[in-house]
């Protein structure tokens, strides 16, 4: 009975259990113009998202759904926020400390309101464009890998605003953006949704060019709510995928058109999925008063909805953002995403060919910044310690291998003759900007070759008058040892008779001797210490000048770099990039210090 009685009280306890605080909220990304139908892009949205330190230089998974107009596509999102908030750290709490027993029970008190994304039950439009959530979370795998996780909510497709054009527009910027993307269908897959697909297939016809086996988009999932026929096919994963492959087979029945779309789904998507959610109960769906708690929603929905968060979101399930097999960071896919919102502005799609041509320019693009930089990066590191005039060339030389070593070696798509175009205008890049520091290198040399000439003289200088000064206290001390034995044996000299006096005589003698001796040699001391000290603060002098020189260079050095980097490296794309820079090249600064081992002094 007590057994009995404590497990009531802790599962009390357990269920709860509220949710932990959600802090962040919608901030839109893109806007899309019903009346001129064209799509704008908030700048500020993207450099708060992306170009954050904590998120620009990592791995991205971004989810996101897109769909008919109020198919409870916020609502869902809503509780993926629970979920992240209770299982990861993020933007707005980096340093929190993960509560096991929250992460477990991450839906909370059952009566516990939504909150989160706006959403209602109704039938007006509340997502206009696309929204993300502002609070990116954040994920350090035990392998090393850093990963931001994002939420990406989508104005409705399908209502009387929207033409075909528009849900055309809204699923493409949702595919190039997402990695993975949730495609929210009520009841049962229409043709005419997989229909939408046609465009974002084209354009990954042109994507997938170097090796079939890599597809251009990662996760596909077709959510089916309502699904009313779980005898046939249960809800969830397994019944999902079931009905999927009976939906995607192609029929003798099939136009040609939609024998293309199946065929085109399976090579654009690295992974496809169906899901089959229940109907979550009448409250949920026609109450407006309905405050999102799930006490009130039916049992089937609620673990359906649990095994799709968990499908999507525990970190083994986690999918990046890839562009051709190569792993996206946060501030290049927002480089992406500033041409793609460009390609897409007109109200006429543009040519699946030419989204393709932008994103390999981006990609390239992007490639070539990171590489100047590792030349940049090298040239910072150890130009002002080139010392003669034939270094200059072998430091751009060793830098210049490093960059071209590191864009031949980093992952990439397009074809060879592609990539030797992009290699060619990199060593351009590089040239130019060897022609640009190197005058600043030579005029440094020039200066520095006479104020060194007599810094190393005065160096020499100081050095023997330290040498004499040091002779100088040795013969001192010498002299005063001498003179404190002669004062002590004439303490013991006797004066009581003749020859003794005669002794003591002959002592005062040597004694004043001792002291005039003494006098000298303490004078000579003083003398060597003044001159030293003369010679000493000769040579800081001219150390200090030296290093003011070198100063000058550098900051002469520093704006030359800062304007070869808005010109070709990472910052062309941004204005403010320096919080990142640095970790860019870091993996690759590591292999310098042989190569360039004859630039570091000592």
């Known amino acids: 009975m007590l057994k009995l009685k404590f497990l009531l ?8 259990v509220k949710s932990e605080e959600i802090t962040g909220h919608p901030i839109q990304l893109l806007n899309f113009n019903n009346e001129n139908k064209t799509v704008t892009l908030t700048e500020g949205s993207l450099e708060k998202l992306f170009l954050d330190p904590l998120v620009s230089d990592r791995e991205v998974v971004i989810v996101s759904i897109a769909g008919a107009l109020r198919k409870g596509k916020s609502f869902l999102l809503n509780y993926m926020l629970r979920f992240l908030y209770a299982n990861y750290r993020s933007l707005a709490n980096p340093t929190k400390v993960i509560n096991e027993t929250n992460a477990t029970n ?3 008190d059952e009566n516990e309101p939504l909150t989160g994304f706006s959403w209602k039950s109704s039938t007006k439009r509340e997502t206009t464009g696309i929204l993300f959530w502002s609070d990116v979370f954040l994920y350090d795998s035990p392998m090393g890998e850093r990963i931001a996780i994002y939420l990406m909510d989508t104005q409705g497709l399908f209502d009387h605003l929207s033409t075909p054009t528009d849900n055309i527009r809204i699923f493409s910027l949702n595919a190039l953006m997402s990695s993975v993307q949730i495609m929210n269908i009520f009841n049962v897959i229409q043709e005419s949704d997989i229909e ?8 990954a016809r042109f994507t997938a060019v170097d090796d079939e086996s890599i597809k251009p988009f990662q996760k596909l999932i077709f959510l089916i709510r309502d699904w009313g026929s779980p005898d046939e096919y249960d809800y969830g994963l397994k019944g999902g995928n079931e009905f999927l492959k009976a939906f995607l087979k192609i029929k003798d029945y099939h136009t040609d058109e939609l024998r293309k779309v199946r065929l085109h ?11 089959l959610m229940p109907y979550p109960g009448k409250i949920v769906a026609r109450n407006s008063s309905y405050d999102g708690n799930w006490k009130k929603i039916d049992e089937d929905f609620v673990d359906a909805m649990k095994e799709l968060i968990h499908l999507i979101f525990e970190p083994k399930n986690l999918v990046t953002k890839t562009i051709n097999g190569v792993a996206v960071k946060a501030f290049e896919l927002a480089v992406y995403i500033k041409q793609y919102v460009e390609l897409f502005k007109s109200e006429s799609l543009p040519e699946a060919k030419s989204i393709y041509e932008s994103t390999l320019d981006n990609q390239f693009q992007i490639l070539m910044g990171k590489s100047v930089e590792i030349y940049l990066q090298s040239i910072q590191l150890y130009q002002n310690n080139i010392t003669k ?3 200059i060339l072998s430091l751009h030389n060793i830098s210049k291998a490093f960059s071209l070593k590191y864009f031949d070696q980093e992952k990439k798509f397009g074809n060879s003759e592609e990539s030797l175009i992009y290699q060619n205008e990199l060593e351009g890049k590089l040239e130019k900007a060897y022609d640009e520091w190197r005058p600043i290198t030579l005029e440094f040399l020039e200066k520095i070759k006479v104020e060194q000439e007599k810094a190393d003289k005065q160096k020499i200088l100081a050095e023997e008058a330290k040498l004499k000064d040091e002779d100088a206290k040795k013969k001192a001390e010498l002299i005063e040892k001498k003179y404190q034995e002669l004062l002590e044996q004439m303490k013991n000299i006797r004066t009581d008779t003749l020859e003794s006096k005669k002794e003591a005589e002959l002592m005062k003698a040597k004694l004043a001797l001792a002291e005039r001796e003494r006098k000298s040699a303490l004078e000579e001391q003083q003398r060597q210490r003044k001159y030293y000290e003369v010679m000493r603060q000769q040579n800081e002098q001219l150390q200090n000048l030296l290093l003011h020189e070198r100063h000058e260079n550098q900051q002469k050095m520093q704006e030359q770099v800062q304007h070869i980097r808005k010109r070709d490296g990472v910052s062309q794309f941004f204005s403010d990039v320096t919080d990142f820079v640095g970790g860019i090249v870091a993996g690759i600064a590591q292999g310098f210090s042989a190569a360039f081992s004859f630039f570091i002094p000592g």
Request: glycine share 6%; net charge negative.
């Open 9 to 16: 009280i802790f599962c009390s306890v357990l269920f709860c």
């Open 106 to 108: 991450w839906l909370g």
């Open 389 to 391: 005039e034939s270094e």
């Open 265 to 275: 789904i399976q090579k654009t998507f690295e992974n496809v999925n169906g899901f």
């Open 196 to 203: 939408y697909m046609q465009y974002a297939t084209e354009v």
